[in-house]
């Protein structure tokens, strides 16, 4: 079975303070893909990252960071420095290298940063 | 603009009533997905096409449900007989055929309210 699990339904930090938002997966496939998405109150949803689950490094992009760990099935990430523009729902999502990129998104996290 | 197009992005229907929404993904993507997303939801997958083909449906797909990409460029979804169940944001995205470690561009939603 291919799950989601994002534990945290809301987080609210003020600004300038880190926040790491959890995810947790399931899958039985070998070769899998982990996404983070951004979805602002236009709705729109914005591609953050993509993980192969060959590659465990650590990834930064400016103020984001991913910690992808396969013993845990987690694959966090952290705004460093957080900004009022940070503010929207996070979505953790899978892919599955059998299922043709059909992509599994979790519940997602609705992250408040507040001035 | 090159992204994924949906239209319209919003959509107030009466109960019983059919509608249709359109998908223009992005011109060389000869991947197709329709989502849906509720309040409070990740998006679920519904259907996928390849150019063409519809090649996946989920068990979310009711009968009163249809998808199509005659010509394996822009793709219709309509829903017959509506009902307040169905209200909810239906995304379309498009990515290329290029095994599946591929990016999924989503566009912008059609917000879909049953009255």
């Known amino acids: 079975a291919q799950k989601v699990t994002q534990a945290q339904t809301e987080i609210s930090v003020v600004e300038k303070e880190d926040v790491t938002l959890d995810c947790v997966y399931e899958?039985?496939?070998?070769?899998?893909?982990l996404f983070w998405y951004k979805q602002p109150p236009s709705g729109e949803l914005v591609f953050l990252i993509r993980?192969?689950?060959?590659?465990?490094q650590n990834e930064i992009s400016g103020r984001y960071s991913w910690n992808f760990q396969k013993s845990t099935s987690s694959f966090n990430f952290t705004i460093t420095a957080s900004q009022v523009v940070d503010s929207a729902v996070y979505f953790c999502?899978?892919?599955?290298?059998?299922?043709?990129?059909?992509?599994?998104f979790g519940s997602g996290t609705r992250l408040s940063i507040r001035p | 603009d090159t992204g994924v197009s949906q239209n319209p992005r919003h959509k107030i229907t009466k109960r019983g009533q059919n509608v249709t929404f359109r998908c223009d993904p992005i011109?060389?993507?000869?991947?197709l997905y329709w989502y849906r997303q509720t309040l409070g939801q990740g998006p679920e997958f519904l259907t996928y096409?390849?150019?063409?083909?519809?090649?996946?449906k989920s068990r979310l797909l009711s009968d009163r449900f249809s998808a199509e990409r005659p010509k394996g460029s822009f793709s219709t979804l309509e829903i017959q007989r509506t009902e307040q169940g169905d209200s909810a944001m239906y995304l379309c995205?498009?990515?290329?055929?290029?095994?599946?470690?591929?990016?999924?561009?989503f566009g912008q939603g059609t917000r879909l309210t049953v009255v």
């Open positions: 995205a498009s990515s290329l055929d290029e095994g599946s470690n591929t990016e999924a561009f």
């Open positions: 899958t039985r496939d070998t070769t899998y893909y």
């Open positions: 993980r192969n689950s060959f590659d465990e």
């Open positions: 999502a899978l892919s599955e290298h059998s299922s043709a990129s059909k992509i599994i």
């Open positions: 011109s060389e993507h000869n991947r």
């Open positions: 096409f390849q150019n063409e083909a519809q090649l996946e």
